[in-house]
């Protein structure tokens, strides 16, 4: 098909969101380097424990950044930038409100948390120590989410990409500095981290605030507005928590397994995780352009929008399937897997191979209804997709098995996101 200008604007928000997708997994990377090269492998294991729970705290906090997002856009589109401007800053206001929640539930509780995980005495001390840190920029962490849930609204990936990439530079050598320079220990790679995060939040509290005073917003909270955006935040909080137990008891089934196989769903995953981040960015495009279409009453241009998307989504999906088979005979020995992972392994990258075009579609959709302000029902299908799964995943008695089950979801959301799309109660119009 010919590039139309539908699939430029598709294009310009979709490739910059992916470099920001990239750049957030990042953070921890850089700190497992630094760490284990000045401090070593009990000190990897503790940031490995910590890191768990705060990469956990993201992922169920993602909603702050698509609730945004869907209802900036709508704003945009219904040519009331004044409106959307309040939505972002209620945003903002209810991300720093969930930070310090989590800093007051966590830090007392940061020692129970650690210990679920059964660490030995030394990794315990130290995970402590770089979680109870770690949490004091989980209000930074939150409103960054957020600001970035106000740019995509605006149209614009851009800036996220470029605060998300200074903030991974940033944060790299702030962790040299303290740990290998200063020797403040695992305490000095979390307070480079909380450092990096508060300023990449003061860049988009710059942004929003100026975006704010422009439009004559106030910026004091206004308890109906994070109200309003903490209702839909619930919706969008259950869909993520389906999502996540899906994840977990994908994991729980494959250590039922054995070593081999745990190990073996362990990379297939991390795999998963990483083609799904360029699948993603197009399901950020579709939440920023769905809500900014539907906002300025073009049903009809939102339909067209989202079949190119689909299109996207298909030929992304089969390019990444196509690039997974030719990595299969490599992959074991990136990871330096013994022949029983290897078997295991090259086996189910066969299904994580087979099920990328319909990834690409699901990702396209779910950000689509998302963008239509759709959360309810996105909530619902979770639920009942999750339902689906879990018998057949339950009763996995193999490897490619469990993949498969994993499948029958990714053909349950299919189904319940295609059926959604294809009618049009989401299809509300109007600011």
Do not use: K
Request: with cysteine.
């Amino acid at each position: 098909m010919l590039i139309t200008s539908r699939d430029r604007e598709i294009l310009r928000l979709a490739l910059p969101a992916l470099g920001a997708l990239v750049a957030e997994p990042l953070f921890l990377i850089a700190d497992y380097a630094i760490v284990g090269h000045g401090l070593g492998t009990s000190a990897v294991g503790a940031l490995g424990v910590a890191g768990t729970v705060l990469s956990t705290l993201v992922y169920l906090c993602v909603f702050l950044a698509y609730g945004t997002t869907a209802s900036v856009a709508r704003q945009i589109g219904a040519g009331h930038p004044e409106r959307a401007m309040r939505s972002g800053v209620d945003g903002l206001w209810l991300a720093f409100g969930i930070g310090v929640a989590l800093i007051v539930v966590g830090w007392p509780l940061s020692p129970a948390i650690v210990d679920l995980f059964g660490a030995t005495a030394a990794q315990s001390a130290d995970a402590v120590t770089y979680l109870r840190i770690s949490l004091l920029g989980t209000p930074g962490m939150l409103v960054v989410l957020a600001g970035t849930g106000v740019l995509r609204g605006m149209q614009d990936t851009r800036t996220p990409l470029v605060v998300a990439v200074g903030s991974f530079a940033l944060n790299a050598l702030l962790n040299a500095w303290f740990v290998l320079g200063l020797h403040w220990g695992i305490a000095g790679s979390a307070w480079g981290t909380v450092l990096a995060q508060t300023l990449g939040a003061a860049v988009y509290l710059w942004v929003v605030v100026g975006g704010a005073r422009q439009a004559g917003v106030p910026l004091t909270p206004d308890l109906a507005g994070i109200g309003q955006a903490g209702t839909a935040s619930v919706a969008l909080l259950i869909r993520t928590v389906c999502l996540r137990i899906v994840l977990l008891v994908a994991t729980a089934v494959a250590t039922r397994m054995g070593t081999a196989e745990l190990a073996a769903h362990a990379i297939a995953t991390q795999l998963w995780t990483l083609l799904a981040l360029g699948l993603d960015a197009i399901a950020i495009a579709g939440q920023a352009i769905t809500g900014r279409s539907l906002g300025a009453g073009d049903a009809d241009g939102t339909r067209e929008a989202t079949r190119r998307m689909v299109w996207w989504g298909v030929w992304s999906g089969v390019v990444l399937g196509v690039l997974v088979v030719a990595g299969r005979p490599f992959f074991p020995g990136v990871f330096d897997a013994d022949p029983h992972v290897t078997g295991e392994l090259l086996d189910v990258l066969w299904v994580v191979a087979l099920f990328q075009p319909i990834s690409g579609v699901v990702f396209v959709l779910d950000g689509v209804l998302i963008g239509a302000g759709d959360q309810r029902y996105l909530a619902w299908a979770g639920v009942w997709t999750t339902v689906a799964y879990l018998p057949v995943a339950l009763v996995a008695d193999g490897l490619v098995v469990l993949w498969l089950a994993l499948g029958v979801w990714m053909i349950a959301r299919l189904l319940t996101l295609g059926l959604r799309a294809y009618g049009t109660r989401w299809l509300v119009t109007g600011g």
